[in-house]
């Protein structure tokens, strides 16, 4: 069973509530039902951040490998625009990369760094034309969809261009025909929202994990010798490959050439991001400055789909050692497409503090010193926690404290409500815990003391109050349980129950007090045997009597025969 509703979704049978995407998640669009994680896909803002992390592989990417591969199919000139950050994953050179994409049947790859540098080169005139303000760059779409729906104040600073990806779509139509359909590949999820809503420019975006999995499902092997022939269309890029790099755009800006009154930034990760604009104030911009923003710390070399486990270094070797640079660098871009960003703010309910005392009672959180803000449900305060809880996207359950507490609560209710003693027994046999029963049994004189403070029994030997040192050293070493009926002890008799908690860790102890049982049938036993004994007797008397009759009998008979006889004759 899946929620597979949004481009980022839940295995359900998989989920095994640890919440680690709710923790990770920067903008906590996770809603928790029944321990499940679901994905809410009008709040999601498809940074990825939840999938890699998730242990049990519950969070997916919606896999569009069938639909490119229905458009090739369709017998559409399908061409690949290939992100720059392709050679961190791929092993290859590009000959070997083109020849191996066709294979799979796309009619030829581009470079989408191709775009990146029409995008740099209108920011460069934007920013040249502007005497002071901010500029955020558009070439990330989760920084994009971040602002629009969590900072919609600062959409209008959004440069009003499209991204690189949608750029090059753009000028490949206008290079190769109109009715070309473009195919991004690359390390972002996020592609996947532009091409839903940008499908007169791009018909589908695959994530380089997908692109791997359709080469090892159709058994494509990576193209090898030098296939010659083979190159990207309709030309080379250049300094639009440094594009995944943090501050790559900064770099290709600063080769176009801006006024030296423009301040350049960069920030990558929404938590950078937010520090920058925390608290922005327009005024106080006295300067033209803009900020390249990228939602993955290190940029896209770090896309949550780069397929790669090689490292960063290598990575950032790979793509730099074949950036090659324009001497001259037009001051007018080919393509420029046009986009302006409206605010799509997520609609956020506002709770009174009674409402949210209220949802911290049902946490057990009844007191300031109760929050722990410990965030191991998944957000960083407690107050953020009931929040959630009223919002709907949150359980109980969720949070760890509350549930230990309820959990001993509930241990502690069951233990004292049990008439039979019942103590737990660390490795070196001594005390853990201890029920009320155990202590009334076993304490004597010091019940009243340890009955007011039962932790005072914690770390004390068990054999002080009750020795069964074989049994419970076989029960913890052994791993197997023991019971023994009738154990006696100190003059009484027991039923003896010790069973392993954790092997040579721990064990637990129950102890039922048997002796006025035992003693009935003591009593029983004795009873019984003397009227055994009793009726043994009486039947060896009557046995005896009964052979001593027989015999008189056998006499008389015997004599009365005899005379019979003898008259006879």
Known sequence: MSENTGIVYTLYNECQDCYKCVRRCPVKSIRIQD????????????????VAPC?????RVRNDIDKVKQLIG??????????????????????????????LGFAGVSETALGAQEVSIETARLLNQTD?????????????????????????YIVPIASPALTHAKL???????????????PCIAKKNESDTHKDLIDFA?????????????????????CYGEDFVPSHAYEGNLYPMDGGMNETIKKIGVKDNVHLCQVCSLEAFDLAVNSFAKDQLKNPVFIEALACAGGCMHGPCIATTSSDVNNMSRVLSHIKYRENIPTTPDVVVSQEYTPNPVSQKTYSMDEIQEALHKIGKYLPEDELNCAGCGYQTCKDMAKALLDGDAEPSMCV????????????????????????????????????AFIKMFTGNDQGSYLSDPQKLTG???????????????????????????????????????????????IGVTITDITSTSHSREIVAQKAKEVIDKNISTVQQIACLLGEHMVQTETILNTIANEYNTDED
């Open 460 to 506: 004390k030997e068990i054999k002080n109050f009750f020795d069964a040192q074989k049994i419970f050293s076989s029960v913890l070493t052994g791993g197997n349980e023991a019971h023994k009926e009738n154990y006696k002890y100190n003059n009484k008799f027991y039923d003896l129950h010790v069973f392993p908690i954790e092997p040579n860790v721990s």
């Open 401 to 436: 404290s509350y549930m230990r507490k309820l959990a001993t609560k509930k241990a502690s209710a069951m233990l004292k409500s049990i008439p039979s003693a019942m103590v737990m027994l660390d490795k070196d046999l001594d005390i853990i815990e201890a029920n009320e």
């Open 35 to 50: 321990g499940h994680a679901c994905v809410l896909s009008e709040k999601c803002i498809e940074c990825g951040r939840c």
């Open 172 to 186: 490949l139509k206008k290079s190769l025909g109109e009715d070309i359909s473009v195919v991004f590949v690359g």
């Open 206 to 226: 695959l994530t380089f994990e997908e692109l791997k999995l359709w080469l090892k499902e159709s058994d494509t092997p990576i193209a090898t010798g030098d």
């Open 74 to 103: 369709a017998g559409k000139n399908v061409y690949v625009s290939l992100a720059p950050s392709w050679r961190a994953s791929f092993s290859c050179t590009r000959r070997q990369m083109i020849a191996t994409l066709k294979k």
């Open 132 to 156: 002071k303000g901010l500029l955020i760059s558009s070439a990330c779409p989760v920084i994009v969809k971040y602002i629009r729906l969590y900072k919609p104040e600062l959409a209008e």
């Open 55 to 59: 242990p049990s592989q519950a969070k």
